[in-house]
């Protein structure tokens, strides 16, 4: 049995043959063998309609690509869901999938496919965002290594650019195809096909055009959309007649937004900015943001959930995670509403982690974002802010057709209250903020509402940074709320009345008037709550503080009866409001399915908790995670279960310091005897690199040579001279990028770059004094490793993801000798195969081009027993990469879900200032991530479950390097334990191959 769904629609959706989640198998099979039914999406001014019913897309953005586990994207997907929100929004990056010009993966870590479908099964809209460009904070921003190399300027309609996009185009536009509303096999409900192309001459125009033609030929038949960079009015659709808008070959108008500041440079939280109108309180015209297209509803294809994180900072995720926190997401997404604005989507609203060769240089391994739900897949605080508006959302249709009221003037200045009106359904939507809306005291105010339903002074209250979205004459299921000044969480349909839940600040006053025909018969079952009756107007007024829960049942009246539950903020983030049950207690309520009398439940404790459940007098009997819950009837109607739910268990983890580590030096090709007789010669090719050696030298460029990500080695032969004493070398390198250099064998130092912001500097030019001993005539091999920390974006579309990394120039001089380039005879070396990854299960981002990446050293299985022992306790410097290798059980539980990390030194310090050393962070082959001693901040890197293995044996290989300087050693490492809950979903270990010789 399946209750009555309360949106009719997100049941159809859910109406998909492909079911993961046993517990749901039961609820969805009575309607897995009806055939896909296609649904129409259609749009005014006010929001996108499927099948003529309005829909308010509430989104956040999740990449896949940025966790390497598919079983936990459908973690985060209910996540997502059970935090209220109904849209997910994905980019996807061209260069995950393709190594070689012609070359495409779609499989394992790849499949997208399986993303997607997952997003049906779980309930969710998808938005898609295709590239070719992304941005995303991606090296290349998610363009392929092989892209650099074209002449032809991207993102124009250049053949050589339209051709490669054409590659990735028909691929991914078909997956998406196989997932839209519209045909019925999905719930993609709108497609993006280009992101931020703010430069809009004639060759972008007709890129643009062929974009959205190619998506239509490729079967994609949602509406198609740009996500303009802050507020431009490019690639508005036809027939928009704003005057400086640039029409484009789009159905809406989508913009992006990160306004409220960001964390100060000491990390702390700076101010609360103020939150911009962008929709119908803004200033209108081309750049005041949905006012650019006012046939389309207002559409932020992504607004600030937090913000990226940069090389060298302090670590600001946690301080992010409070500016542009629980209050910032009240004041600025309740702005947005207020605006009309009826698809928002959080960017990000789960990070993940920028792994292996994935992050561009203005970022480390950590995409953490601040974001609701943080790296190690904990609900933020954020996250149960969101389910509050989410499900405000979701439970209050009127939302989505609002148009402008009489204008609300407060009893306090220092008080800004927004008056929307549905004129359709009669309802009042009244937002407070602060005036202006950074401001953050304690006003006390009143303000008049007038509606149908007569006219009142109502009192209210806003301090620290806050708002409020109060309902007035609003049809409450069977009931009819004339005001509140609690804020409504959810209601639903529940037996033969109405069940809500309305939620305050706590220790506020509130007061919730309800109309009837004759007096009820109002039963305070919990609490203390106040009521009267004016007959005169029919008026049922309940007067109450926000503490804790209060539970009140009015019958009579001429209505249905109407549980209400009146909440303080906290307690109501307690809740979880599921299809047609609330739940109250546990930490994450997944799924539910209905069955004979028997509600199973799924979901996580992070403590012991209670649980309560109002589910539909049918229900009898609680399951929760496939156990028999004993459960009473209580006096609100709802099953409570009897003993608490249990938290998770302590866990223990291995000691790593306690493990058989063994050592290898890694930089063989330091020494001038090493063979590169396979390695390729370096030669006159011509890259796409917009900087360039001068004329005559050999591009050295590692692009060029088909090495894209990561470490690159170069070997360098020339004869000496004894008057040249100098070394010059102009590299890429990316944030926080370096270049290691040793002439015959003897290291002569190193050069890093700088990570910070604003931008990063990516190349340099590093000079180094030849000892005078190896200045001779003669034969002298330089070599020369260089570590690619990610290629620039392409934010400008100007083509600056080209620029060389590697070498792009080397020469050698000395006093008499000014810019006297000896000629160099170079070779190279990246990743082993180039363009032809060896290893494509783990992929192109996986590897670059150390000696121990190139030999398998970093997989499981290579026999290291030869190695020499390492004591951890007193690992030693050396000039160049040091490898590290040991293996360790886990048998955690399998009721659990436990995120694990691995930290490297002292997690309270960002950085170490004085300790010159790196490390590449192998696990079970997979590189999770690059920690930076000097630099930081990161130092606990997230071991994605699938990666890391918490029932088997895993294999951990560090590559260390070092400038060899005193003190520059790999510190302490360990196994943290960065959150454990008891529940989870079963998560696969990640087929990837071992080590073959
Ligand atoms: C946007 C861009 C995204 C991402 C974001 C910042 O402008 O569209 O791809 O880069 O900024 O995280």
């Not at 403590?607 to 459940?613: A, G, I, Q, R, Y």
């Amino acid at each position: 049995m399946r209750f009555a769904p309360v949106l009719g629609l997100m049941a159809t959706l859910l109406a998909t043959p492909a079911v993961a989640d046993p517990a749901r198998l039961d609820a969805r099979s009575a309607v897995a063998a009806k055939a896909p039914r296609a649904h129409a999406i259609t749009w005014d001014k006010y929001s996108l309609k499927v099948d003529g019913q309005r829909v308010f897309s509430w989104g956040g953005e999740f990449h896949p690509f940025r966790v390497p586990s598919p079983d936990l994207w459908r973690d985060i997907l209910q996540k997502m869901k059970a935090s209220g929100y109904n849209t997910v929004a994905v980019y996807f990056d061209w260069g995950y999938h393709s190594p070689k010009q012609g070359v495409y993966d779609f499989s394992g870590v790849r499949d997208m496919d399986r993303m997607l479908t997952m997003a049906q099964e779980e309930g969710l809209y998808v938005i898609t965002r295709a590239g070719p460009y992304v941005n995303a904070e991606l090296t290349r921003g998610g363009f392929p290594g092989w892209l650099v190399n074209q002449q032809a300027r991207a993102r124009t309609d250049a053949p050589e650019y339209l051709q490669a996009a054409d590659e990735w185009l028909s691929r991914i536009n078909a997956v998406v195809a196989r997932h839209q509303l519209t045909t019925g096999q999905g719930t993609v409900i709108a497609h993006q096909i280009e992101n931020e192309l703010d430069v809009v001459g004639p060759a972008q125009q007709r890129y643009m055009r062929w974009l959205a033609d190619k998506a239509r030929a490729d079967g994609i038949t949602v509406p198609i959309f740009h996500n303009d960079k802050g507020r431009n009015g490019y690639w508005v659709p036809k027939g928009s007649n704003v005057p400086g808008t640039v029409e484009g070959p789009t159905d809406l108008y989508a913009f992006d937004g990160y306004p409220g500041g960001n964390c100060k440079v000491d990390s702390t939280p700076s101010s609360p900015g103020v939150a911009p109108d962008w929709g119908i309180y803004g200033p209108g015209g081309a750049k005041g943001g949905a006012s650019a297209s006012p046939n389309t509803p207002g559409f932020l294809a992504e607004f600030g959930g937090g913000w990226f994180d940069y090389w060298g900072s302090n670590g600001d995720y946690d301080c992010t995670a409070i500016h542009r926190g629980v209050g910032y997401q009240r004041v600025f997404y309740a702005t947005n509403i207020a605006n009309g604005i009826t698809l928002q989507s959080f960017y990000m609203t789960y990070g993940g982690t920028s792994w292996g060769w994935l992050p561009a240089p203005v970022v480390f391994t950590s995409y953490d974002y601040g974001s609701a739900i943080d790296e190690a897949r904990g609900l933020r605080d954020k996250a149960r802010v969101m389910k509050q508006m989410g499900e405000f959302v979701a439970a209050v249709p009127d939302l989505t057709r609002m148009d402008k009221g009489e204008a609300v003037v407060p009893s306090n200045d220092k008080v800004r209250v927004y008056h929307n009106v549905n004129t359709e359904t009669g309802s009042h939507l009244y937002v407070v903020v602060h005036n202006p809306s950074s401001a953050t005291g304690d006003e006390t105010f009143t303000f008049t509402v007038k509606t149908r339903d007569g006219q009142y002074v109502v009192p209210s209250r806003i301090k620290g940074q806050d708002s409020k979205m109060l309902m007035a004459s609003y049809d409450l299921g069977g009931q009819r709320l004339v005001y509140s000044t609690s804020e409504i969480q959810t209601h639903l349909k529940w037996n033969d009345g109405d069940l809500a839940l309305l939620y305050g600040r706590t220790g506020e006053a509130g007061e919730t008037v309800l109309r009837y025909a004759s007096p009820p018969k109002v039963e305070v079952i919990e609490g203390d709550v106040q009521s009267a009756f004016d007959a005169a107007r029919g008026d049922l007024k309940l007067t109450y503080a926000h503490k804790g829960l209060a539970r009140v049942r009015i019958t009579g009246g001429g209505r249905s009866p109407l549980t209400l539950l009146l909440a303080d903020a906290e307690t109501g983030q307690t809740f979880w409001r599921r299809d047609d049950v609330l739940v109250r207690g546990p930490g994450l309520v997944r799924g539910e399915a209905a069955k004979g009398g028997v509600l199973s439940l799924t979901g996580d404790t992070e403590t012991d908790s209670p649980l309560e459940v109002f589910a539909p007098k049918a229900v009898t009997a609680i399951r929760w995670n496939g156990a028999k819950v004993a459960t009473k009837p209580t006096a609100s109607g709802s099953l409570l279960a009897e003993r608490p739910l249990p938290g998770p268990a302590a866990i223990t983890l291995p000691d790593l310091a306690k493990l058989d580590w063994k050592t290898a030096p890694g930089s063989p090709e330091a020494d001038p005897k090493f063979d590169d007789s396979a390695w390729m010669r370096t030669e006159g090719r011509r890259g796409g690199s917009t900087v360039r050696g001068p004329t005559g030298q050999p591009t050295l460029d590692m692009s060029a040579y088909g090495f894209h990500n990561g470490d690159v080695w170069y070997r360098g032969r020339y004869h000496g001279r004894a008057d040249i004493d100098t070394l010059t070398l102009h590299y890429g390198g990316g944030g926080a990028g370096m270049l290691q250099v040793w002439l015959d064998g003897r290291f002569l130092g190193q050069h890093e770059l700088d990570g910070g912001l604003p931008r990063p500097i990516t190349t340099g030019v590093a000079t180094f004094k030849l000892p005078e001993d190896l200045r001779g005539t003669g034969e002298h091999v330089l070599s020369v490793m260089v570590r690619d920390n990610g290629h620039n974006w392409d934010l400008d579309a100007d083509d600056f993801h080209k620029e060389a990394r590697g070498l792009v120039s080397a020469s050698l001089s000395g006093p008499g000798t000014y810019s006297f380039a000896a000629p160099i005879a170079w070779k190279i070396q990246g990743n082993k195969g180039g363009e032809d990854i060896q290893d494509p299960v783990r992929g192109d981002a996986n590897n670059g081009g150390q000696y121990g990446e190139r030999e398998g050293w970093h997989l499981p299985g290579f026999p290291d027993a030869a190695w020499a022992k390492a004591d951890m306790a007193d690992t030693k410097p050396y000039a160049g990469t040091t490898w590290y290798r040991a293996s360790f059980d886990l048998a955690l539980s399998k009721d659990q879900d436990t995120t694990l990390g691995l930290s490297i030194g002292d997690p309270a310090l960002p950085r170490s200032p004085n300790k010159r050393y790196r490390v590449l962070i192998f696990v079970n082959g997979w590189n999770m991530g690059q920690f930076i001693a000097n630099v930081g901040p990161q130092r606990t890197f997230v071991l994605p479950s699938g990666i890391v293995d918490p029932h088997g044996k895993n294999t951990l290989a560090l590559a260390v390097t070092s400038d060899g300087a005193p003190g520059d050693a790999l510190e302490a490492v360990k196994l943290v334990n960065l959150r454990t809950v008891r529940g989870g979903i079963p998560v696969a270990r990640v087929p990837a191959p071992d080590f073959k010789p």
